[in-house]
């Protein structure tokens, strides 16, 4: 791979490309996307117009090839049906038991990734951990898919780029039955409160019981347990606490139009806060107080999807967490002189104050799967046990 001559060729190129983000002249996140990925797959010898369906000759990498990878593609570019069995593969884990029902109130397997992630906030959020933990954390999700559920495919990614001055009107979000559901009912209320209480959004037209699409009269059951939504009120207890109920959500363009931008996007993969693994995942999060990438695709799909805890109990998030791991996907292959490295400490913005994080710490992922160390799933093409690539 010709890692170090191209990336001294994307620093320089990076440099003028935000220079014009600043100056209004590259607003088009779409094309901008479209260029990193462009360059992703020169830097990983990946050949144009590669298909899962009309592979290459196999390239050796381990367990791992082109001839064998997983490709995670855009929920947009899947046809109907190939969305609609994504959709009947997260519907069949609701129809799995769970895996320890001593530990929750988990009534079944879609609940079990709720409570890990509800279990762990603290220590996988604002963590050295944070991207692994939730790159490994989906990995397992998309494997149950396909070996329990009969599922085909790969995890689809949600483009926060398309459709994000009207989320009403995305393949993922229009209440069609090829969708992960649309709006809630509506829902009287303040917006919400986000960026540790610094900053407010105005309410959307839901808040409500999710009311079309394919998951309707589905329920959850843990949480909520710090929704941003005002009027949402937390039951939480303790981790036994049962509370069958509709998902909601409340589609809002505050944030995603504001944050979705081909400056911010720039800036974490090629600009200022690209040139370290630091300073990459605090800007992908966001400093204490501000609202960067992360939080602005769980706050824009709101109600259950806005909890920190808990936004597992929106389908969403599996496929919001997939574009996280893409763009970190498109930095590690862009930054190869860091794409191995962490950097933080095992608690929430270090509070309490901690260690730091290593890459040989495991990620504990409770009864979903066996705990692996963080070195393992740094390459997404390492084949152990990680073997997927996006296109």
């Known amino acids: 791979m010709r890692f170090a001559s191209l990336h001294a060729l994307l620093l320089a190129r990076g440099a003028a490309v935000t220079t014009a983000a600043s100056s209004g002249q590259a607003t088009d996140t779409l094309t901008v996307l479209q260029d990193l990925q462009n360059q992703v797959e020169v830097a990983l010898d990946i050949p144009k117009n590669f298909t899962e369906s009309q592979p290459p000759t196999i390239t050796a990498r381990g367990s791992c090839t082109l001839g064998n990878v997983g490709i995670r593609r855009e929920w947009d570019d899947l046809s109907a049906q190939e969305r609609k069995e994504y959709i009947a593969a997260v519907k069949c884990l609701w129809q799995q038991p769970s895996v320890d029902p001593t530990f929750s109130a988990a009534r079944n397997h879609f609940d079990d990734y709720v409570a890990v992630h509800m279990n762990q906030t603290n220590t996988v959020h604002g963590t050295a951990n944070f991207l692994t933990w939730h790159r490994y954390l989906i990995w397992l999700w998309e494997q149950r898919l396909r070996n329990t559920c009969g599922y085909k495919g790969y995890l689809p990614y949600w483009n926060w780029f398309r459709f994000q001055e009207d989320l009403n009107k995305s393949p993922v979000f229009d209440g069609s039955d090829t969708s992960l559901g649309g709006d809630g009912e509506y829902f009287p209320h303040n917006g919400s409160v986000v960026g540790a209480g610094r900053i407010w959004l105005p309410s959307g037209s839901g808040g409500g019981c999710v009311k079309s699409g394919p998951f309707v009269n589905f329920t959850i059951n843990i949480g909520p347990v710090q929704p941003a939504m005002q009027g949402y009120t937390p039951v939480f ?132 799967g066996p705990a692996v160390q963080i070195r393992d799933v740094l390459n997404t093409m390492g084949g152990s046990p990680l073997c997927y690539i996006y296109l």
């Not at 109920?245 to 139009?257: E, G, K, P, Y």
């Not at 930054?335 to 260690?355: C, D, L, M, W």
């Open 237 to 368: 207890t303790d981790v036994k606490a049962y509370n069958p109920r509709c998902q909601r959500r409340d589609l809002t363009m505050a944030a995603s139009t504001s944050t979705f931008t081909a400056s911010n996007l720039l800036n974490i993969t090629l600009g200022p806060a690209s040139q370290s693994i630091g300073h990459f995942q605090d800007e992908l999060q966001g400093p204490y107080g501000t609202l960067r990438l992360h939080g602005a695709g769980h706050y824009s799909m709101g109600g259950d999807g806005s909890d920190v805890f808990t936004s597992l109990n929106d389908p969403a998030f599996y496929l919001h967490h997939a574009m996280i791991d893409r763009v970190y996907w498109i930095w590690q292959a862009l930054h190869p002189a860091e794409a191995n490295k962490v950097n933080g400490t095992i608690t929430f913005r270090n509070n309490p104050p901690s260690r730091n994080g290593t890459v040989e710490d495991y990620l504990e992922i409770g009864n979903l």
